[in-house]
């Protein structure tokens, strides 16, 4: 427990859900040893996965209670099921494509007993054209899944109006606003100035859902990736 309650050191994050994500952490550790989840070496995980997660709750604007949110290629759960954890008053799904993930995924959910959350296999192109997850979250975000553009293309189908995107990013996204920008812009949504978290050049992207976005969006499986939304010139 304590790499855990040291890492979020300066969070809100309440004691007994602390106790939780140190399950979750030892969990982690635990499947690591069986399946890849993460290249991130044990003694490192606390501070670049959980930290790193957990940090954007310092925003409160851009988290306030009850929100119904997605997790678009969430992995070993990052940063959605540490947030589900930490805020159980939020809805939480977890999109990822690959089966194995996802078992684990609903393993700590049982060990748990989570009830805020919901772990879904497939990929977010085909989830994104679905009726019951299309414009029907106050947020979706992703960490270490892709060029903005790209993010752009995967989350902003699943955010409603009013609501947002929420890229976790390092410095480098600096290099990616430009065609970022234009992205959101072709789907409904403005991007903001990225907001530092204070570490490591940490920074979160928010793109706010202004408009709904065009049905032809998001494109079939791997366009987005291989043909990325950019500015025009």
């Given at each position: ?150 993010l752009c293309e995967y989350l902003l189908p699943f955010v409603k109006a009013g609501g947002y995107a ?68």
């Open positions: 427990m304590a790499d855990v309650k040291t890492a979020l050191s300066g969070i809100p994050v309440a004691p007994d859900r602390i106790e939780a994500l140190s399950v979750y952490h030892d969990l982690l550790l635990s499947w690591n040893k069986k399946m890849d989840l993460t290249s991130v070496p044990d003694d490192e995980a606390a501070r670049r996965h959980f930290r790193d997660s957990l940090l954007p709750l310092t925003l409160p604007e851009l988290f306030p209670e009850g929100l119904k949110l997605i997790d678009v290629g969430t992995g070993a759960g990052f940063p959605g099921l540490a947030l589900a954890i930490a805020r159980p008053d939020f809805q939480v799904t977890l999109l990822e494509a690959q089966g194995k993930r996802c078992r684990f995924l609903r393993a700590v959910c049982d060990e748990l007993e989570l009830k805020n959350v919901t772990v879904a296999q497939e990929r977010a192109e085909v989830l994104g054209q679905n009726s019951s997850h299309r414009e029907a979250y106050d947020r979706a975000v992703a960490r270490a899944v892709a060029p903005l553009n790209v929420l890229c976790w990013k390092g410095p480098a996204v600096l290099d990616e606003m430009t065609d970022g920008e234009a992205a959101a812009k072709k789907l409904g949504g403005q991007a903001e100035a990225p907001v530092s978290l204070g570490e490591e050049g940490h920074v979160l992207v928010p793109i706010r859902k202004i408009e709904t976005t065009l049905p032809q969006y998001p494109r079939k499986n791997g366009i987005p990736a291989k043909r990325p939304l950019k500015k025009d010139k």
